[in-house]
C-alpha cells in the first residue's frame, strides 16, 4: 500500500488542523493506520491508532481529549483531527499501515511521506 499525508500547515496555539492520509490499492481495510510524528532533535513517537473497522482507536497520553483518528473505508482514507494545538505539537506527522491487529503493539510495514505540522505560540 502506498500512501501519501497531506493537511499540515501552520497554525497558532489552540487552534486545530485536520490531516489526512490516503491509501492507494483495494485492501485498506486489511490494514491498522496509526499517525506517529517526529519533533526536530527527537525520535519519532506514536500519536493514534485505528482499527480496520474503525470500531476502536488508541492514542498517547500527551493527545489523548484533543486528537481524534478516523478512517473512511469507502475513501480509504485515515484522518486526525487536532484540536487545542500546542507549540509542542509542533513536528512532521506520519501516517502508516500495518497488518498485525494490535494498537498498541506491532511493527508498522508501510509508510507515507509526512507532512509538517507548526503551531506558533
Known amino acids: 500500500v502506498q500512501l501519501q499525508a497531506s493537511g499540515g500547515g501552520l497554525v497558532q496555539a489552540g487552534g486545530s488542523l485536520r490531516l489526512s492520509c490516503s491509501a492507494s490499492?483495494?485492501?485498506?481495510?486489511?490494514?491498522?493506520m496509526g499517525w506517529f510524528r517526529q519533533a526536530p532533535g527527537k525520535e519519532r513517537e506514536f500519536v493514534a491508532a485505528?482499527?480496520?473497522?474503525?470500531?476502536?482507536?488508541y492514542y498517547a497520553d500527551s493527545v489523548k481529549g484533543r486528537f481524534t483518528i478516523a478512517r473512511d473505508n469507502a475513501k480509504n482514507t485515515v484522518y486526525l483531527q487536532m484540536n487545542t494545538l500546542k507549540p509542542e505539537d509542533t513536528a512532521v506527522y506520519y501516517c502508516?499501515?500495518?497488518?498485525?491487529?494490535?494498537?498498541?503493539?506491532?511493527?508498522?510495514?508501510?509508510w507515507g511521506q509526512g507532512t509538517q505540522v507548526t503551531v506558533s505560540s
Open positions: 485505528i482499527s480496520r473497522s474503525g470500531g476502536g482507536s
Open positions: 490499492g483495494r485492501t485498506f481495510t486489511t490494514y491498522v
Open positions: 502508516a499501515a500495518k497488518t498485525s491487529l494490535s494498537l498498541t503493539s506491532g511493527t508498522y510495514n508501510y
